[in-house]
């Protein structure tokens, strides 16, 4: 991939896209105000979801939009507008100078490290240019089809669990949720 | 595309961890999490593109597993303001051993 | 139980009553189970504190441990000024059950010793009853071997044994343990038997240890004053040291030789070198256990705190049977004693100390019990002198004369202190009915044990024809005649010519012969003679004992008196020669001529001479103990004062329990103490061991328990720092 030839309007709107991310990402993590970052953080789902978009993958973006951006963040707005969080505490909910500056220095050494694994071949497929699947010369890959023949053969069990998994969370959420009539 | 993808997704995924490390308000540290899913639902969806579709799948799986985690947690914050009133981790300590 | 096999046959004991050799020391077991049983039983119905009720029975206490009064002021019934006798409620039956087991014991062995007399055996009856230890090469059964030993052996043990159950009988009649007395003297008889009846070093051993056990028991029966109870305590660790003395000789023996058996030991024992350091080391070994079980330097302390037990209890466990097991052990072992000269030479230079050293001791004693217990220290010297010239029938000899007229002597000594001590009772006087000092003058209240008493003196002192005499001119003559030839007088010992260390002992031997014609004497004169020291008022209660008691005293006089006819030298053969002596020939015949060597006899002229010799010593002795002791002069002990000079090392007996407890028991405590207890356990293994654990896990858990602060803040950071240490150990790994 590394030597395919990027047309310039693709490359610049991924660029654009993935600078969008990032920024919002940052501001989403500096903003005091939980409503802020959760918009700044909606606003880099959105610049997620046209990525996913741009690397074939439609179904994934249009779901990122829906289910993330559209349903659980506004899930999470809900809830801080709900608990009354939306004005910044008084004392800053952003730890100290040294805890913010290590923990600045953790976030690059992750990087670093990332980056070396792959260069050390962590991911020994990275390395290897790899001739793209046929759905993804082709532009069929986002579409629900080749994603849906996995998930309902190879991954059945998976998806299965994940609908009791679901069941769970939202039994959990409702007995959580609830005034607990025996509380202390 | 596949080096950028793959280094903003890193990138995501540190900003994430730096806000879970910094943020104190429970809502915000939940947040971050969510960052870093997405952080890594981006390299899944950019190694999909090498790989084929099975990885969209995943991201669909990692998608329905935050939609729970968020009922949960949200709930479980929701629980933990009524007993403290607050959701400043600082505050909460009931994992205390 | 006993499964007994049948014998093998061939044997022309195998068809006799031997075959039912096992009985001999199943009954006294039985004896033992059912005392035992009716002495529980009678302390389950009484009350645990029922031994120590207060006893009647006045022999107990230690020397200098002043006036005791036990058995007063316990609710005892004295409210009267009468004396109480209070029986045991089951007294009837074990006067029936304890000498009555015994008796039969004795019948068993009588018949046993006529049907031996019956065949010509030269070689030992053994009756294999089952396998006991079979461990690789070491095949042990459980096995009694009947030969002429141990028939000689078991005729003293049950025929003595027999009359001071008898004595103990009206001893012991009003102490409140009287069942449980007969019990452990019941047991120790079934012990001393197995002792002399294994057919191997390993059953041998089970009955050493019994004996020792007993003896233990005994004497500490009055354990309720400590002193008693330190005595058996005492003895018991005493015995350890010599114990461990036979376990090394027995491993040893079986790595080098390769059995434990008797049957083969000669035959096997001939794989070793003569005289050759293992054989030596071996026979040292046993004689460091001998010098246990028989109190002999360096390990004799232990037997004069023993008469800290009843009266019958010293006469057969500390002067007639148990004390007289490491002589018998030699005996056993002559084969291989014979094999090591130089251990030989050990035996009866350590014999001979030990004769002089305790008869000068027994010099200066006023406790009767403790002359008679020195005296039984000197006499048991003249038997390793005996077994270590390689006198073997001789050490055997004197073992059984010893028995004769040592227990009568103890026996009598019981009757007189039975008689002082009902004269103290009767007159609520606390005073010490064991002391010489507060008796005098006894011959007219008990005549007939002032009789039987000087008959056994005259037999220790060596006047003939009484039994001690015989055989320690035997041993002595021995002596003599190996200082002159045979292996014993060209070994050396230490670098000691064999013969000069032999001369010595012979020396040593009259010395000791002298001594103790003399201290026996003024016992005698002390007890018996001069005017009475008692109180008036405990003149009129002092009679002479029951009948019961003086019974045995007779039978056991007429021993000491004729018992020298049971091994008649060939000089005055007034009687059948050397009976035992033949009788012992298939035992001990190879070891003897061995020792002796090919040297010719002593001229009977020179034999006359050294018979001479000894009787004009035993002669001289008595005859300076007459003349110089004046019983005159004597006062009660309350009112004698201390003796001055040698005379007071001697009364506290050369200080060697003193030196003892200086050098061995109380560095033995300070070690224990400050390093085994302070420093060892409770510094290492308490302090480090057991409390650093667990305050280690305490300090691990506070860590613990600080990372688990609950602030999932904390959690994460963490978290993320080890996945950054994870991911980079990956990385840099690759």
Not at chain 3, 153 to 165: A, D, E, P, R
Not at chain 3, 205 to 214: A, K, M, N, R, T
Not at chain 3, 634 to 660: I, M, N, R
Request: hydrophobic content about 55%; aromatic content about 10%.
């Amino acid at each position: 991939m590394q030597n395919e030839f990027v047309p310039l309007f693709y490359g610049f709107h991924f660029y654009l896209f993935g600078l969008i991310a990032l920024a919002s990402a940052i501001l989403f993590v500096t903003r005091k105000s939980p409503v802020a970052a959760a918009l700044w953080l909606v606003q880099t789902m959105f610049a997620l979801a046209a990525l996913y978009i741009m690397m074939d993958a439609q179904f994934v973006g249009v779901m990122q939009i829906l289910v993330y951006a559209g349903a659980i963040m506004v899930v999470f707005l809900f809830v801080i507008m709900l608990l009354n969080l939306g004005h910044p505490d008084e004392i800053s909910d952003i730890r100290g100078t040294w805890g913010r500056v290590i923990a600045g220095l953790f976030g690059i050494a992750l990087l670093a490290e990332v980056g070396a694994a792959s260069r050390n071949a962590l991911v020994p497929a990275l390395q290897l240019p790899q001739a793209p699947t046929d759905g993804a010369i082709n532009g069929t890959a986002g579409v629900i089809g080749p994603i849906a023949g996995p998930m309902f053969k190879e991954y059945l069990l998976a998806f299965e669990l994940t609908s009791v998994l679901l069941l769970v969370a939202v039994i959990g959420a409702v007995v959580l949720g609830k005034k607990s009539s025996n509380a202390r | 595309m596949l080096a950028e993808s793959l280094a903003l997704s890193a990138a995501l995924f540190a900003i994430g961890v730096v806000g879970v490390l910094t943020r104190r308000n429970a809502m915000i540290v939940f947040m971050c999490v969510e960052l870093m899913l997405n952080a890594v639902n981006l390299s899944f969806v950019a190694l999909s593109r090498l790989y084929g579709a099975t990885g969209q799948v995943f991201v669909i799986f990692v998608m329905t597993v935050a939609a729970a985690e968020a009922a949960v947690g949200l709930a479980i914050v929701i629980a933990i303001f009524r007993h403290k009133k607050t959701v400043d981790l600082q505050n909460i300590n009931l994992l205390r051993g | 139980m006993m499964n007994a096999q049948l014998p093998e046959t061939g044997h022309p004991l195998a068809d006799t009553v031997a075959r039912f050799v096992w009985l001999l020391p199943l009954l006294p077991l039985l004896g033992f189970v059912i005392n035992g049983a009716l002495a529980l039983g009678a302390v389950a119905k009484i009350g645990p504190d029922d031994p120590s009720a207060g006893h009647d029975h006045h022999d107990a206490h230690d020397h200098g441990s002043g006036h005791d009064d036990h058995g007063h002021g316990h609710g005892h019934g004295h409210g009267h000024g009468d004396h109480h006798p209070v029986r045991h409620e089951y007294a009837g039956i074990v006067s029936l059950v304890g000498p009555g087991v015994l008796l039969a014991t004795f019948g068993l062995a009588v018949a046993m010793f006529l049907a031996m007399r019956g065949v010509n055996m030269e070689e030992p009856f053994v009756l294999q009853l089952f396998r006991w230890m079979p461990v690789g090469d070491l095949k042990i059964n459980a096995a009694f071997q009947l030969d002429q030993l141990s028939m000689v052996m078991v005729l003293i043990i049950t025929g003595i044994g027999s009359l001071i159950h008898i004595f103990s009988v009206g001893y012991m009649q009003d102490d409140p343990g009287y069942p449980r007395y007969f019990a452990y003297l019941n047991l120790f008889v079934f012990f001393m038997l197995l002792l002399v009846l294994g057919a191997n070093y390993p059953l041998m051993f089970v009955g050493w240890e019994g004996v020792g056990l007993c003896s233990y028991l005994l004497i500490g029966f009055w354990f309720s004053e400590e002193a008693n109870a330190n005595a058996g305590k005492k003895a018991f660790i005493v015995n350890r040291i010599g114990d461990f003395g036979f376990l090394v000789a027995m491993f040893m023996l079986f790595a080098n030789v390769g059995t434990l058996d008797y049957a083969n030991m000669a035959e096997a024992a001939q794989k070793l070198p003569m005289g050759g350091a293992v054989i030596t080391a071996i026979c040292l070994f046993f004689f460091l256990g001998c010098t246990g079980k028989s109190a002999q330097i360096p390990l004799y302390v232990w037997l004069p705190d023993a008469m800290a037990g009843p009266t019958p209890v010293s006469a057969l466990i500390h002067a007639a049977t148990m004390v007289t097991a490491g002589v018998y052990l030699i005996a056993r072992s002559s084969i291989l004693f014979s094999m090591a000269p130089v251990a030989s030479l050990t035996v009866a230079l350590v014999g001979g100390l030990t004769a002089l050293f305790a008869a000068t001791i027994g010099l200066k004693q006023w406790d009767i019990k403790k002359v008679l217990a020195y005296s039984t220290v000197s006499q048991l010297g003249y038997m390793f002198v005996g077994v270590g010239v390689g006198a073997y029938t001789a050490g055997v000899f004197h073992l059984m004369t010893h028995a004769f007229f040592k227990a009568l002597l103890f026996l009598g000594s019981g009757s007189v202190i039975f008689a002082m001590h009902r004269a103290y009772h009767a007159t609520h006087n606390h005073d010490d009915a064991q002391d010489m000092r507060n008796m005098g003058g006894l011959k007219k209240f008990m005549p007939v044990t002032w009789g039987l008493m000087w008959i056994a003196t005259l037999a220790i002192a060596g006047i003939p024809p009484f039994a001690g005499f015989f055989s320690k001119d035997e041993i002595l003559g021995t002596v003599f005649a190996r200082a002159n030839a045979g292996p014993l007088s060209t070994a050396t010992l230490l670098g000691v010519p064999g013969h000069v260390v032999l001369l010595t002992v012979y020396v040593i031997g009259l010395a000791s012969a002298l001594l103790t014609a003399i201290y026996m004497t003024r016992m005698m004169m002390y007890t018996f003679h001069g005017p009475n020291r008692t109180g008036e008022a405990e003149r009129s209660h002092l009679a002479e004992a029951p009948w019961i008691m003086t019974g045995p005293l007779v039978v056991l006089g007429l021993l000491s008196a004729f018992g020298g006819w049971l091994n008649l030298p060939e000089l005055l053969p007034i009687g059948p020669i050397g009976t035992l002596e033949h009788w012992l020939e298939p035992v001990v015949g190879v070891a003897t001529a061995r020792m002796a060597g090919s040297g010719e006899h002593v001229a009977v002229d020179t034999e006359w001479v050294l018979i001479g010799v000894a009787v004009a010593i035993a002669v001289i002795g008595m005859s300076v103990a007459f003349a110089r002791l004046k019983p005159a002069a004597l006062v009660q002990k309350s009112a004698s004062p201390a003796s001055e000079g040698f005379a007071k090392v001697l009364e506290h007996k050369y200080y060697v329990d003193e030196f003892y407890d200086d050098a061995i028991v109380q560095p033995v405590k300070g070690i224990s103490t400050t390093v085994l207890w302070k420093g060892v356990d409770a510094g290492i293994i308490d302090g480090l061991f057991v409390n650093g654990s667990a305050a280690f896990t305490r300090a691990l858990g506070w860590m613990g328990a600080q990372l688990q602060t609950g602030q999932v803040g904390t959690y994460a950071w963490v978290l993320v720092i080890g996945v950054l240490a994870l991911l980079g150990a990956f990385t840099s790994g690759r």
